[in-house]
């Protein structure tokens, strides 16, 4: 038992597993944002602009009875489903349509700008990496002008005392 919970712990805490539920805890987010963008902003504009609700697009199934017709107009696909009559909801079906789709490019749009700014980081880091590094002057002796290393305190050329070197 103890082994099967050390199992466990380690398959629940590995790096992949939280990443994915962080991945879906944001993506119900984002869902959450587009969905409301779609059935708050962009239904009823689309509707405004075809002058019509898709959510009241709808076929009875079978004949209604005349006591159900309200001045002779069809009910709404509740008060059907109320007296029993099934209904074919194409106008939801239009709206998931429409929801998938948005859904889909919005998706599409975010991966897009990741795998551009993806793309500019390795461009960016190339180009770093291509590019000369600096060179750095050698040390002279402030005496004799020859060559000295970084870290010499005397010059082996006129064994003058060397001054710190200055970064």
């Known amino acids: 038992m103890k082994k099967f919970f050390s199992d466990f712990k380690a398959f629940a805490l590995k790096g992949n597993v939280v990443d994915m539920a962080v ?15 779609i059935n708050d902003m962009i239904m009823p ?3 405004l602009l075809i002058k019509a609700d898709f959510s009241t697009w ?6 209604v009875p005349a006591e159900l017709l309200v001045n002779g107009a069809m009910p709404s696909a509740d008060v059907l ?4 009559i099934s209904v074919f909801h194409y106008g939801k ?9 948005l859904i889909a490019l919005a998706v599409f749009i975010v991966v897009r700008a990741l795998r551009k700014a993806e793309e500019k980081a390795k461009e960016l880091k190339k180009k770093e990496e291509e590019a000369p590094a600096e060179e ?3 040390r002279l002796c402030p005496y004799c002008k020859q060559e000295v290393a970084d870290d010499a305190t005397r010059c082996p050329h006129c064994t003058s005392e060397l001054p710190p070197e200055e970064e």
Do not use: M, R
């Open 136 to 138: 750095k002057k050698p």
């Open 45 to 47: 504009l689309l509707g």
């Open 23 to 37: 991945g879906v805890i944001i993506g119900g987010a984002f869902g959450a944002i587009v969905s409301s963008l």
């Open 93 to 101: 079906f239009i709206s998931a349509v429409i929801y998938f789709v």
């Open 58 to 63: 709808f076929v009875p199934l079978k004949e």
């Open 81 to 84: 489903a109320e007296a029993g």
